[in-house]
């Protein structure tokens, strides 16, 4: 319960910042007659609120929930959260296709899944999101290694 109550006042703190930051913000084209700025300040005003209802809500309206975290968990959690960072720091160099294979059939693999599935599933998600989003929705993601055969 200290814990959440720690992360809810950090999350109020920095919701509180963000709403200063865009108390100045300027939109260089305003589409609406008040301008863009109210909606991040409501959006983070309230998230500031209700993070601070949570951090300093009396203790009769907690219970203890145990989320089952042992070792293992904790430890497929920080390994998955390394292959996210491994996977921004190689998506430009090694390209989507590459990066996305790498990243899923790794986090397959943390998550019990078998090699050969979480490989075939990991090259056919790649190609189709490349696909989705570089061809249908005309978002240029990089192709790294491939961008000779592809390019």
Wanted: charged share 10%; net charge neutral.
């Amino acid at each position: 319960m200290t814990m959440e109550r720690v992360f809810s006042g950090l999350m109020a703190l920095f919701s509180l910042f963000l709403v200063y930051l865009a108390m100045s913000y300027v939109a260089p084209i305003a589409y609406d007659p008040i301008g863009p700025r109210p909606y991040p300040i409501l959006i983070f005003s309230l998230l500031a609120f209700l993070t601070l209802i949570i951090a300093f809500r009396p203790a009769r309206f907690t219970k203890v929930i145990n989320l089952g975290y042992d070792n293992t968990v904790i430890r497929n959690l920080v390994l998955c959260v390394i292959a996210l960072t491994v996977y921004s720091l190689i998506f430009e160099p090694l390209g989507f296709i590459v990066s996305t294979t790498l990243m899923c059939f790794a986090v397959g693999l943390l998550f019990a899944g078998s090699p050969i599935k979480s490989l075939i599933f990991s090259i056919v998600i790649s190609i189709v999101l490349y696909v989705l989003f570089d061809m249908l929705l005309d978002v240029i993601l990089p192709l790294g290694l491939l961008s000779g055969i592809m390019g």
